[in-house]
């Protein structure tokens, strides 16, 4: 258990050793007259490529963590260094950007929106990205196929089950090629095989695309299976910072219900 | 985010809540609506009113007199300027001179005479007034039955509806219609009428003799004596046969000078007829030939807007001018007012709409907060949210504009209507009182969406700023 502080120095990570990079990385909220200290003085590093696990109980400030990692939030002090951008640093506009070309998220609750088929949620990061219509339709449809969703893809949301809307939303999260994939407790909302489906998946991005997954869980089994890392957090300061060498590099067995891709 | 794909995304979400929303386009009709039924409202009564001003022809012409002829000396604003004895007749060359300052479309003499006309045998004493061709124009000679002169010299008049009636022996009975002028006309087109004269001939020369502008006031004067006095020409007693072309229903009370006539010639002929006019006498000392004198000129200026300009050119000239410019200013200084009232009516309505818009759009935040924070965490930019509820209040105010132009046309004539059937029922002609120009149907639509735009200017600051975490929150 120890906390992988770098020097400063070595900070310049062009050689893509390093793809996150937190300092003192604090975040408190006021509420009413108390001060939440959300994160409280986190420094950390994050490989490119790593799948690394975000571990706590909640109110441990992991959501809040992976938020700032996001750049869906501020850091109240301290600093979050993905790629070599200092996020606390980039205008409202700037982080929008790096949200939409170097971050994809899932969520517990899906997040897709309910008015939208599938191909549409797919593609409207896309239409953010000002890409042009066909490409954003071949691409869109290229992706739900990655998730084995084709057939569904002129469903609204509501039509699906659980795990299917968390496979679409897995479809969206790649759709601009993000460097990052942020999940917020993916498999929260779904039974353990619809989970280990999900999760399967997630380390297929990790292993295929080489993307850097951070991954926020409450559940030890399932970070052990599948995060290379497993970093614990308590009232918001960082407590363990774990290798995890016997992660399974095969897919998970999972119990086989058709569908599958 | 592109504007096409801003707009679809709009109009998907406008279908998604269609009720509150097609309830708030609703509200921009009804704005819309009656702040274009208040605008043709005043539009219309102003054309009406112009119509009616412009038919008269008091608000594009100017009348031009010598300052010679001082029946009017006594005004005001005659004082300045040139002593009357100094100043210049108003002869043909003026006449020309006058024709060609800029912004005059023409100036023609204004000959009028009171002479004797034989119809059937039966002589009939009546005033005869010269038009120019171009009355033809006018709108009051459009209910002509029968026809325009043929041509400017030729030998044909036109005739006042009540001296038709005279001619026929008839009069018109109190309390029952007017006779129709189609009745009077058919019996009396084509017919000749023999018209009873004074010529004035040119004698050699006009002796230098000054003295006698004052004696020559009376215009009922005999001729006779003056014209042996000034010993510059003879007066001849002359007939000339004039065929009946047309027969006109005109008010001679509404009518400006030419036109308060009863027998109307061809303005060429009249001029070639030379027929004795009061100022020949008051100026007999000074007109060097037969160049006619005239004792007033009417100036027809291309638009009412440079009667002003116009007339200040001929009072440089040295002679008088009036126009009816003030009673008309006054006129569009009062539609200026109409219009600003019936526009902030209107606008009342837009204005309710406007808060109908702010409401939606509030609510649809609230409601789609969680959405809001989706955009924003796959990427969604400030800009983008704010231009997509821009987008939703734009497409509100167009959608709402047009159906509210409609809306405001279709009141408008429903009142027309309802207006013109209460006229009829009182025996007045049907009028339009309802005016929805081009250029007000493209302003409505684009105000809507403008005011629309400005409506979603809070909400879509307000949903842009939304934080997303908190929003992602929020279920």
Redesign the interface.
């Known amino acids: 258990m120890s906390s992988t502080i770098r020097p400063p120095q070595s900070s310049a990570s062009t050689n893509s050793a390093s793809a996150i990079r937190a300092e003192q990385l604090c975040r408190h909220y006021r509420m009413g007259e108390t001060l939440i200290r959300a994160v409280d003085g986190v420094s950390l590093t994050m490989r490119a490529g790593e799948f690394v696990a975000l571990l706590g109980s909640s109110g441990s400030g992991k959501s809040s963590v992976l938020?700032l990692i996001?750049g869906?939030?501020r850091p109240t002090s301290g600093s979050v260094i993905v790629h070599d951008r200092d996020l606390a640093k980039l205008s409202?506009?700037e982080l929008?950007?790096y949200?939409?070309?170097t971050?994809g998220?899932v969520?517990q609750s899906f997040?897709?929106?309910?008015?939208?088929t599938l191909a549409e949620n797919v593609e409207?990061?896309m239409?953010?990205?000002?890409v042009d219509r066909e490409k954003r339709d071949y691409l869109a449809r290229e992706a739900l196929e990655r998730v084995g969703l084709q057939a569904r893809m002129n469903h609204r949301p509501s039509e699906l089950s659980g795990g299917e809307q968390q496979r679409a939303a897995l479809a969206?999260?790649l759709i601009?090629r993000p460097q990052l994939l942020l999940a917020d407790e993916p498999t929260g909302n779904l039974d353990s095989h619809t989970g280990t489906e999900i999760m399967n998946m997630v380390r297929e991005f990790n292993q295929q695309l080489g993307m850097t997954v951070v991954m926020v869980t409450h559940e030890r089994a399932l970070a052990e299976r599948y995060a290379q890392r497993l970093i614990f957090l308590a009232d918001g300061k960082l407590i363990g910072d774990e290798s995890n060498p016997g992660v399974a590099d095969k897919p998970e067995p999972v119990r086989t219900e058709g569908g599958q891709p | 985010?592109?504007l096409p794909?801003l707009t679809e995304?709009a109009l998907?979400?406008l279908r998604?809540s269609v009720l509150r929303n097609s309830l708030t386009t609703i509200g921009i009709s009804v704005g819309v609506a009656s702040l274009v039924a208040m605008l043709s409202l005043g539009i219309g009564l102003q054309q009406l009113a112009s119509r009616r001003l412009m038919k008269s022809g008091l608000f594009d012409t100017v009348v031009v007199t010598s300052r010679r002829d001082l029946r009017n000396f006594n005004r005001e604003e005659e004082r300045n300027g040139p002593a009357p004895g100094e100043s210049r007749i108003l002869d043909e060359p003026t006449r020309r001179e006058i024709e060609h300052l800029p912004n005059v479309l023409e100036a023609y003499p204004d000959i009028r005479f009171i002479t004797e006309l034989r119809y059937e045998d039966k002589p009939h004493l009546t005033m005869v007034a010269a038009l120019p061709p171009s009355a033809q124009t006018n709108d009051a000679f459009d209910a002509v039955q029968g026809h325009f002169f043929s041509s400017d010299v030729a030998p044909e008049a036109i005739l006042q509806k009540a001296f038709a009636e005279e001619l026929l022996g008839k009069t018109p009975k109190a309390g029952v219609d007017e006779t129709k002028v189609a009745e009077l006309a058919a019996p009396l087109l084509g017919k000749d009428l023999t018209m009873r004269y004074a010529q004035r001939e040119a004698a050699s020369t006009a002796p230098a003799q000054s003295g006698n502008e004052k004696s020559a006031n009376d215009k009922s004067a005999a001729p006779a004596d003056q014209s042996l006095a000034g010993a510059a020409y003879s007066v001849v007693s002359r007939e000339q046969k004039l065929k009946i072309v047309g027969v006109a229903d005109l008010d001679p009370e509404s009518m400006r000078g030419p036109t308060r006539a009863r027998v109307f010639l061809p303005l060429k002929l009249a001029e070639s007829l030379h027929v004795m006019q009061p100022t020949d006498l008051r100026e007999i000392s000074r007109a060097a030939s037969d160049q006619p004198v005239y004792s007033s000129v009417s100036v027809r200026v291309k638009s009412p807007s440079q009667i002003q300009t116009v007339e200040d050119a001929v009072k440089k000239m040295g002679f008088n001018a009036f126009s009816i410019l003030d009673a008309s200013k006054s006129i569009q200084q009062f539609f200026k007012v109409l219009d600003v009232f019936l526009g902030i009516f209107g606008s009342l309505a837009l204005a309710v709409a406007f808060i109908g818009i702010v409401n939606t759009l509030v609510m649809a935040i609230l409601e789609r907060r969680?959405?809001i924070?989706?955009?924003?965490?796959?990427?969604?930019?400030?800009?983008?949210v704010k231009r997509l509820f821009f987008a939703e209040a734009g497409a509100m105010g167009i959608l709402g504009g047009i159906v509210g132009v409609a809306l405001g046309w279709a009141i408008g004539q429903v009142i027309n209507l309802g207006t013109n059937i209460y006229l009829k029922s009182q025996s007045f002609p049907p009028e339009h009182f309802w005016s929805v120009p081009w250029w007000l149907v493209a302003f409505a639509v684009v105000f809507s969406f403008f005011v629309s735009l400005a409506a979603g200017l809070y909400p879509a600051g307000r949903a842009a700023r939304l934080?997303?975490?908190q929003a992602?929150r929020y279920e």
């Open positions: 938020n996001a869906l939030d409202r506009e929008a950007k949200r939409l070309h971050v998220m969520f997040n897709l929106i309910a008015s939208m409207l990061p239409r953010f990205a000002e969206r999260a601009n | 985010m592109k794909d995304l998907r979400n998604e969680r959405e924070g989706i955009m924003k965490a796959i990427g969604a930019s400030d800009g983008d934080d997303p975490v992602l």
